[in-house]
């Protein structure tokens, strides 16, 4: 954007104007990249998130933050047991990082672990029927939001700067 600026009083003010002009412009734009890319990531999310009873899915929204960035949040007791999986059968299936301290076949209640075979536990479903299982692989599907953001950041930049 050229602004034509010569040395007088009107010229300046009108200078400054059009700069005030872009500037709040920039800012509306910048505002529009990051809304338009959490609805990107949480569409993908719900997308990539397995739909046993939909209340995992349900949970996933998109948050403005307060310096103008936002997140993709997955709210639910049991979303992060989804995103990177349990168990035996859930190590080694996730393909990020890891948080810190996440581990995979803790015994943190050796109560609910079948004593014979500590790779296997016990739980109570929604209708209280005793369940064991050895873990769950990991879904990703929180992973796979942020990679598709990532992917349309040019795009969705292109398209939303360039007005």
Request: glycine share 12%; aromatic share 6%; with cysteine.
């Amino acid at each position: 954007m050229r602004i034509p600026v010569s040395l007088s009083r009107p010229s300046i003010r009108g200078a400054i104007a059009m700069i005030d002009g872009a500037s709040a412009s920039l800012e509306a734009r910048c505002a529009e990249l990051v809304r338009r890319l959490g609805e990107i990531g949480v569409e993908a999310a719900v997308a990539h998130v397995r739909k046993d009873t939909g209340e995992l899915a349900s949970g996933i929204r998109w948050e403005q933050l307060a310096d103008g960035s936002g997140i993709v949040v997955s709210e639910g007791p049991y979303a992060a047991f989804v995103e990177f999986g349990t168990g035996v059968v859930g190590e080694g299936t996730y393909q990020g990082d890891l948080p810190d301290g996440w581990g995979y076949n803790e015994q943190r209640t050796p109560e609910a672990h079948d004593p014979d075979d500590m790779t296997r536990w016990f739980y109570r479903d929604r209708d209280g029927r005793v369940r064991s299982t050895r873990g769950q692989p990991a879904c990703g599907y929180m992973a796979a939001a942020a990679e598709e953001m990532r992917q349309s950041v040019a795009a969705v930049a292109k398209e939303v700067l360039g007005k």
